[in-house]
Structure formats: C-alpha cells, structure tokens
C-alpha cells in the first residue's frame, strides 16, 4: 500500500464509549471534507457497522478489524494509516503494541494518555526509534492535557507582550467544571494503583515532577495535595486530581521547547472552592470526591454520561502568571461541553487534524500537543472545538 493511499486517520477503539464520539466528529463535523480519508477500527466488525449506522457515518466508511491481544491486525492497521487515535485505554494495559507498531512503521500516534508512569516508560524505550523513522507521537490529546498545556502557553504569550518576558511563575486554578469522569480514566487509575503496588521503585517516578523530562530535573514544585487558603484569589483551593498528568505535560512542553519559560519554572493546579467557612468546607468535599474517582462506584469502562448531561458540562479554567516583581498577567481558558467526553473527542480529533495538516515541520519523536503545535492547535481548538482562550484584566 503506497503512503498517499493511507487513511489520514485510523481511529482505533470506535466502539467505545469516547471512540465512537470521535467517529460522530469525524462524521458530522468533517461531511463535506473530501480530502479527509478516515476509518474506523475495532475488535469486531458488526460493532463497528452498527456503531457506523448509529452516528450517521456515510455507510461507505471504512472499517478495520484490529485487535491488541492480536499483533499481526494491530500491525496491519498501523500500516494503512498516517495516524492512528486511540481511545484503547488504560494505555498501559492495552496501548503498548499500537504505539510501538506505530515507532516501526513511521506512522504518527495520537491518544488521550494519562498514565505518566507509562508515557515515562514509553519515551525512554521509543524516543531514539521514533526520531529515526519519523513518527510523531503525542501523548495527552483530551481534556488530559490540552487545555491546560495550551492554558500555560497562552499566559506565557500574554506575559511576553505585558510584561517583556515569559513568567517563571504559573498557576493553573480551576474555577469552574462540571462533567463526568470516563470509566476509562476510572481504569486508567486504577491500572496505575495496582501497578505501584506490584514495584515500588515505581512511586518516586510517580511522584517525581519532572518524570517526562528526561535528563532535566526543575526546581522545587508545590505538593497541591491539601486544601490551602489562596490570599490572592480570596478563596479555599484544593487538590486537584488531574494536576498529577498535567503539571508533567506542561513541564515537558517546556523542555520540549526549549525551556521559554526558564529553567527555574514553577508550575502548579488547584481547585478553587470559594471564601470562607464554605469555601473550606467545600475543600474537603472536592477531597472526599478525588478518593471516590477509584472507589468501588467509580464509572465502568464504556460507560458514560447522556447527550444531555454531555452537552450541559462546561470547564473555566484561570492561568496567572507572576512576574519576580509581582507584576500579574491573567488569561481565562474556556470550554463548552462535558469535558471528559464530548469536548476530549473534539480535542483529539484537532490534534490528530493539526498534525498532520498544519504541522509538516514537526519531526519524529515524542510530542506534547502545545509543543508540537501552540498557536495553529489553539487556533483550531477555537474554531471548531467551542473552546476561548481570552487575556484577562
């Protein structure tokens, strides 16, 4: 099969639960795109046809029978695609062999990874490979981490232009969300808890801020894993449960790019929670969820909230950025949608469309999206994802 007869995109786990709203954004918002070739791959083809009918794809779509106990059909797929998306998560548990055909065959990889133990594990097996044949591989493509990345990046930008440099101080504060967590990021969690327990020399990389950036170890960070009260915000913050992916992601994209934001970057993620008696107490409750996120009551893999409650879910996300004379910049990052499901398949799915589309230039390695990417993958986000990324007064 020669290169230009390879889909664009291949997306690998469409019967899921976030598979199969990738695939409906494929089909619904890219109908009249002729030059997009894209298919749909699986374990089994009946799921994938009534998965096909069901998001109204055009009946035509290609689907592709692939699956990760079967190595011969994951390398098959991989060879028809000039990138492939996975939903197949945990990665850990499932993603290994797709991401290592993908280095092979110089094909790109886009996927929605949380799982830092393993993105770690994955860079320092494949990085050398990947730059060999090209393949251009990013990890964190949702909700996990873009709009946090990108969040950093544009109060950095903002901070050049107000302040005449990039700030060696961001924080990340959630103002506002509500969305479901996925079954799948449930697992994901639950993966990493059982494979902690199994090798403990396995903790401190987890715990290491500086995990994904391999051969740099940064200053210091904040532990953000205890309610404080924030005099700048005049309000509570707790921990939030997804900093731990994020604050690495954002401390590789500055590697990645050459360290813009210094050597001595301080980066951290909070939940705010309101003033006062209530805001405390809501502190402890956004605590108390964090525990239940892996409990017994935690979601299934493919399961997920309705298209109502996917459509009623929305993100605020405030960036600060303090200058060493405690001059600020603040910059909002916005999102329309439950964030884990509807907006991280349209995120993904930008991603996977500005690599291959806006990107050329990119080489082959290990990526994250605002480093490959920064302004052309905010631009998209923008334009087709509902997401705002604003300067704030």
């Known amino acids: 099969m020669s290169a230009s007869s390879k889909f664009d995109i291949v997306v690998y786990g469409a019967t899921g639960f976030t598979g199969q709203l990738v695939a409906e954004y494929l089909a619904s918002h890219y109908r009249g795109d002729k030059a997009l070739t894209w298919a749909m791959a699986g374990r089994s083809r009946d799921k994938l046809a009534s998965v096909r009918d069901a998001i109204g794809a055009p009946a035509d779509t290609p689907l592709i029978v692939a699956d990760s106990s079967d190595p011969a059909s994951i390398r098959a797929m991989v060879d028809r695609a000039k990138l492939v998306l996975t939903t197949v998560g945990p990665y850990q548990l499932y993603g290994a062999d797709v991401l290592a055909a993908c280095v092979a065959s110089g094909t790109d990889y886009a996927d929605l990874c949380g799982e830092p133990l393993w993105m770690h594990q994955m860079i ?214 439950d964030p884990g499901y509807g907006l991280t398949a349209k995120m993904i799915s930008e991603c996977a469309l500005c690599l291959l589309r806006d990107a050329p230039e990119v080489k082959g390695g290990f990526w994250t999206p605002g480093a490959a990417m920064g302004d052309r993958l905010i631009k998209r986000l923008v334009e087709n994802a509902g997401l705002t990324f604003e300067a704030e007064g």
């Not at 981490?145 to 050049?160: I, K």
């Not at 409650?309 to 990052?333: E, H, M, Q, T």
Request: proline share 7%; with cysteine; net charge positive.
């Open 124 to 337: 320092g097996q494949h990085q050398a490979e990947a730059e060999k044949t090209g393949a251009r591989i990013l990890f964190s493509c949702g909700f996990d981490s873009v709009p946090f990345e990108l969040g950093v990046f544009f109060v950095q930008e903002q901070a050049r232009k107000v302040l005449g440099a990039p700030a060696a101080r961001v924080k990340g504060r959630i103002r506002g969300m509500s969305g479901s967590l996925s079954g799948g990021t449930a697992a994901s969690a639950k993966a990493t808890a059982a494979a902690l327990t199994s090798d403990l020399s396995l903790v401190a990389i987890m715990k290491d801020p500086f995990a994904l950036t391999p051969g740099f170890k940064g200053p210091k960070q904040p532990p953000g894993n205890r309610p404080l009260y924030e005099e700048d915000f005049q309000s509570w913050a707790a921990p939030f449960a997804m900093a731990l992916v994020n604050t690495r992601n954002v401390h590789r994209s500055n590697m990645l790019m050459g360290f813009p934001y210094g050597q001595d970057f301080i980066y951290d993620e909070m939940v705010l929670t309101g003033d006062g008696e209530q805001g405390q107490a809501n502190a402890k409750l956004v605590m108390a969820a964090n525990a239940e996120k892996t409990g017994p009551n935690a979601p299934k893999v493919g399961e997920g909230p309705s298209k109502e409650k996917r459509d009623n879910g929305y993100f605020d996300l405030l960036y600060v950025a303090v200058a060493p004379d405690g001059r600020r910049v603040r910059a909002g990052v916005k999102g329309k949608g």
